[in-house]
């Protein structure tokens, strides 16, 4: 076996170890649904949490079998990162590349491993061996501002206090112990409805609101324990 042969063996066994274990960083993220917020880093966890699509998270840590650690207004725990978007509080400002001549490629073919985002904000793993040319750098297109959630549920009155919101289509049979009987204001936007219930799997009677409540009133005050967006 050539030299340059085992040099490239044993440079991709060192990288494949680095691989199987945890990834620790901090970067800001964006729920690309509604999605589980798990107690460890796979379904089988007990689910402590709930994202709405659009939530910001912070990324803490990610691991090999592509879950990651976030924090947020919420419980923290472990998601999906297919699920997850890279996010930012605004988007970066575009500048022009300075042309540079296309670079000669490596005679000899590179091993790496990374922790990367692609176009589109997606978290990704990567283990590879070899490449094509390296180029100059083309800016990256502006982040996908994913559409405002259609109802929004409020803790206070007023809208006010802790909250979580969904979008239309999203049900649940039976909200977490963080939020059932603790929902006191229901703010409704693009034309949207909800069917609240008293009770878990849409009984024990049940309302359809089309409009934002700043009230819910005495009925349904702190006693909503699932619901129905439309």
């Known amino acids: 076996m050539s ?29 690309k649904a509604s999605l589980n917020v798990r107690s460890g880093p796979s379904a089988k ?20 079998n592509g879950w990651c650690y976030i924090t947020h207004s919420g419980p923290d725990g ?5 699920y997850l978007r890279a996010g930012t509080s ?4 575009q500048k022009k590349p300075r042309y540079t001549p296309p670079t000669r490629p490596q ?4 091993v790496s491993f990374g922790f990367s985002m692609n176009s589109n904000g997606d978290f990704s793993f990567g283990v590879g061996v070899g490449g094509a040319p390296t180029y100059p ?28 919101c969904v979008s239309s289509g999203t049900s649940r049979s039976s909200l977490s ?4 009987n603790s929902i006191s204001s229901v703010r409704i936007s693009n034309g949207a409805s909800v069917k609240i219930c008293r009770w878990e799997d849409y009984r024990g009677g049940c309302r ?3 409009s934002s409540k700043s009230h819910l009133g005495d009925r349904f005050n702190n006693r909503i324990s699932s619901f129905k967006a439309k």
């Open 3 to 31: 030299i340059l042969k085992k040099i490239i063996l044993s440079t991709l066994s060192v990288t494949i170890l680095a691989a199987s274990s945890a990834a620790s960083f901090a970067a800001p993220a964006i729920s």
């Open 78 to 82: 472990w998601v999906s990162a297919k």
């Open 137 to 164: 750098h083309r800016p990256p297109p502006p982040l996908y501002s994913p559409p405002q959630p259609d109802v929004c549920f409020y803790k206070g009155k007023n809208f006010t206090g802790q909250q979580f």
């Open 90 to 93: 605004r988007p970066p400002v």
């Open 208 to 210: 359809t609101i089309g």
């Open 45 to 64: 966890y007990k689910a402590v949490d709930t994202l709405y699509r659009g939530e910001r998270v912070e990324v803490k840590e990610c691991v090999s």
């Open 177 to 180: 112990q963080r939020w059932d």
């Open 107 to 110: 005679q000899n073919p590179p």
